[in-house]
């Protein structure tokens, strides 16, 4: 009976044994027959042959009596909380676009400008040239025509004076000089508002950098002539400022370094290329905006008073008193007049003065950031060290070995040094 109850066991896990093997024999057969299916079919680039076949059948018969594992897939959830606020993207994609409005605007605006100047400058040297040849025709000829051409270089002279007042108050070469570093400097805040879009995760902080940056601008580079134009002849010579106030960064997130790329040596490094740029390049340029300040002063008197004096001398000619004089002062008085005005306006003094003062801005500006990193406790707060240090470099026209070669230069002559920081201009 034992026996019996013995074989009836055997038999049945027998049985059950082959049938999980059929099933599993089945499976295969129908992977195969899949496979043979799939080598009939031809797709470019990818060609099934028997040969794979065989070897992936052989495989599946090694396989048959084993069990089948299970297959896990790892799915991944994104966590939208994580992204970026969609009202901060918004608000800078809103200031991106009025950047680039003021972009189109300052550059039409400059284009304007300049072609005042050009149309401006002909114009006063041509009135002024015609009025000296009518006052030395007036000389010597006699009766009514030359009481005509007296009066109307008279006229002409009187007219250029007035011109040249208001031309030599507006400076329409400085203008345009204002309107491209302003079409310049909203270029450059318009990457940096695309870069933080692209790469960053903004947050309202840069929403606040970013509108302060765009009124700085509008403030140091006015559109309108009347009751916001910038002092054309200020009483001393200031670096152009067109950033707002530095302000206290936020913490940079995800950073692996411990000390966010800074270092005692590169703190110094970065002190003495601060010296170097406040005792060499910021005022080697305020030295010679102040001396195109004076030279400009000169000229934009110059050329009104000569003027004047030639309407004076065209309106004597021909008086008996006052002939040989008169004369001589309406005609040279207008020919110096055209020859002072070309040399302002067609040398654009106006306008190397503001280039003078905007890079003198430049580096004032450079000097502020340095200080502002320096000045932060929490080195997490600072743009990193090694980024940091890499702007720096391009912004002065040096490679690092280059930056730091100056630093220490700077540490061991000290004022003595004769090499400025920059090598761009």
């Not at 195969?32 to 470019?44: A, D, F």
């Not at 794979?52 to 009596?65: F, I, P, R, S, W």
């Not at 270029?187 to 879009?197: A, F, G, V």
């Not at 670096?239 to 950073?255: D, H, L, M, T, Y």
């Amino acid at each position: 009976m034992a026996t019996l109850k013995a074989s009836s066991l055997f038999l049945n896990s027998s049985l059950s044994s082959s049938s999980s093997i059929s099933k599993q024999r089945g499976i295969i057969r129908a992977t195969i027959n899949i496979s043979n299916r799939v080598s009939n079919i031809s797709l470019p680039g990818l060609q099934t042959r028997g040969l794979m076949v065989e070897e992936l059948q052989d495989q599946l018969h090694k396989c048959a009596d084993k069990p089948l594992s299970p297959v896990y897939v790892e799915t991944i959830t994104r966590n939208e909380s994580n992204g970026p606020d969609s009202l901060v993207v918004a608000k800078l994609y809103a200031i991106l676009e009025a950047v680039t409005d003021r972009i189109e605007m300052h550059k039409n605006i400059g284009d304007q400008r300049t072609n005042w100047n050009s149309l401006l400058l002909t114009s006063i040297n041509a009135i002024t040239l015609a009025a000296a040849t009518m006052a030395g025709i007036a000389a010597i000829s006699g009766g009514a025509p030359a009481v005509a051409m007296k009066l109307s270089s008279t006229v002409m002279y009187v007219a250029a004076t007035g011109m040249l007042s208001i031309v030599n108050k507006i400076q329409p070469s400085q203008l345009a000089e204002e309107q491209r570093n302003a079409a310049r400097l909203f270029k450059q805040l318009q990457s940096q508002i695309e870069t933080t879009l692209s790469i960053g995760n903004p947050t309202a902080f840069d929403v606040k950098e970013m509108m302060d940056k765009v009124l700085a601008l509008d403030q140091a580079y006015p559109l309108p002539l009347l009751g916001a134009m910038l002092e054309k002849f200020p009483a001393t010579v200031e670096p152009a400022v067109w950033w707002p106030e530095q302000r206290r960064k936020q913490p940079r997130s995800g950073n692996d370094q411990s000390h966010n790329g800074w270092d005692g040596k590169l703190e110094e490094e970065m002190r003495e290329i601060i010296k170097v740029i406040r005792r060499k390049d910021e005022e080697d340029y305020l030295r010679l905006g102040g001396k195109a300040l004076k030279l400009n002063k000169f000229l934009a008197v110059s050329g009104p008073v000569l003027t004047g004096l030639a309407a004076v001398g065209s309106a004597l000619v021909g008086s008996p008193s006052h002939g040989s004089w008169a004369v001589v002062l309406g005609v040279v008085g207008g020919t110096l007049a055209s020859v002072v005005n070309s040399f302002e306006h067609g040398g654009q003094v106006g306008m190397v003065f503001e280039m003078y003062r905007s890079n003198a801005g430049f580096f004032k500006l450079m000097e502020e950031s340095i200080e502002s990193n320096l000045k932060e406790e929490d080195l997490e707060r600072r743009e990193n060290g090694q980024v940091f240090e890499t702007k720096v470099g391009l912004q002065l026209g040096r490679s690092l070995s280059e930056l730091r070669d100056v630093a220490a230069a700077s540490s061991v002559k000290g004022e003595d040094m004769e090499e400025f920081a920059s090598k761009l201009f």
